[in-house]
């Protein structure tokens, strides 16, 4: 393994890596970065979009024309008058209430097809729970404020990637590159990159983890600022994981391993038989 490898402008990798600006000749030893852009924007436009949208949407309804909700996660519990949230539960369930009691029903179904969008996605994805969602105008959020927290995590690791991100054949190796190379050289002289990669998502889940977690076993209860602290970075990591793995294409290295650039001089090994797999 060599301490330094020349790219074919003859810069040394120690003095790509040190740069700030990520001009080209990248780290990664490519005079460009599309696809590396295009993916980071893609999931910062998606998840931005939805991020502005869960406050955009109840401020423009009518002022409290969303009552209190309190649903399941993963399943439509508000799409119709006759949907499973609007009927009268137990008030000291686990799941749903008594609808009547907290505002009336509610049906996205019967909104405009933004509207419907956007409340049907957070009915879908989130249980909803009146007492853990924040209220704009009047009206209940599309998403608990955990998620709230997630959706702009997920926004921020798709920018971060777009302005630090690189492919580098494997998405372990796509992932490190927004450390710097300085960074992670001792990973790539102990070949600890997939440890690393694993452990930094273990770090970023602890605080979400943890949150829910005990709240889940204990009598503890979680309040809605550290819901949404501990749900952003939660969401940064699968932003962050996503990108990389949506930008790690060997075939931009016309299939050749020698090309990619990585700290301390290491160099990827292709197998005899390549695979499509980039891991």
């Given at each position: 393994?060599?301490?330094?490898?020349?790219?074919?402008?003859?810069?040394?990798?120690?003095?790509i890596?040190?740069?700030?600006?990520m001009?080209p000749?990248?780290?990664?030893?490519?005079?460009?970065?599309?696809?590396?852009k295009?993916v980071?924007?893609?999931?910062?436009?998606?998840?931005?979009?939805?991020?502005i949208?869960?406050?955009?949407?109840p401020?423009?309804?009518?002022?409290?024309?969303v009552?209190?909700?309190?649903?399941r996660?993963?399943?439509?519990d508000?799409?119709?008058?006759?949907?499973?949230?609007?009927?009268?539960?137990?008030e000291?369930g686990?799941?749903?209430?008594?609808?009547?009691?907290h505002?009336?029903?509610?049906?996205?179904?019967e909104l405009n097809?933004?509207y419907?969008?956007v409340?049907?996605?957070?009915?879908?994805?989130?249980?909803?729970?009146?007492?853990?969602?924040?209220?704009v105008?009047?009206?209940?959020?599309?998403?608990?404020?955990?998620?709230?927290?997630?959706?702009?995590?997920?926004?921020?690791?798709?920018?971060?990637?777009?302005?630090?991100?690189?492919?580098?054949?494997?998405?372990?190796d796509?992932?490190?590159?927004?450390?710097s190379?300085?960074m992670?050289a001792?990973?790539?002289?102990?070949?600890?990159?997939?440890s690393?990669?694993?452990?930094?998502?273990i770090?970023?889940?602890?605080?979400?983890?943890?949150?829910?977690?005990?709240?889940?076993?204990?009598?503890?209860?979680?309040?809605?600022?550290?819901?949404?602290l501990?749900?952003?970075?939660?969401?940064?990591?699968?932003?962050?994981?996503?990108?990389a793995?949506l930008?790690s294409?060997?075939?931009?290295?016309?299939?050749?391993?020698?090309?990619?650039l990585?700290?301390?001089?290491a160099?990827?090994?292709?197998p005899?038989?390549?695979?499509?797999e980039?891991?």
């Open positions: 393994m060599k301490e330094a490898a020349e790219n074919e402008t003859g810069s040394t990798l120690d003095e890596g040190s740069r700030t600006d001009q000749p990248f780290r990664n030893g490519l005079n460009e970065r599309g696809r590396e295009k980071s924007r893609w999931v910062l436009g998606i998840a931005g979009f939805y991020c949208s869960m406050f955009l949407v401020m423009m309804m009518p002022t409290d024309s009552p209190e909700l309190s649903g996660a993963n399943m439509l508000y799409a119709s008058e006759d949907s499973w949230g609007n009927h009268n539960h137990a000291e686990e799941m749903g209430h008594d609808q009547s009691a505002g009336g029903t509610f049906s996205w179904s097809p933004y419907a969008f409340y049907a996605f957070g009915d879908l994805n989130c249980h909803q729970k009146h007492e853990r969602s924040w209220t105008n009047g009206n209940q959020m599309p998403v608990c404020a955990r998620d709230v927290g997630i959706f702009f995590g997920l926004a921020l690791g798709g920018w971060w990637f777009s302005r630090r991100g690189l492919n580098r054949w494997t998405i372990r796509s992932f490190l590159t927004l450390f190379d300085s992670t001792p990973l790539y002289r102990n070949d600890r990159r997939l690393a990669m694993i452990g930094t998502g770090l970023f889940c602890l605080p979400v983890v943890l949150d829910g977690g005990i709240q889940a076993v204990t009598a503890y209860e979680s309040i809605n600022p550290i819901r949404i501990t749900g952003i970075p939660f969401g940064f990591i699968i932003g962050w994981y996503l990108c793995s930008s294409r060997p075939e931009i290295f016309d299939l050749d391993a020698s090309k990619v990585l700290p301390s001089g160099r990827l090994a292709t005899e038989k390549f695979s499509d980039s891991e």
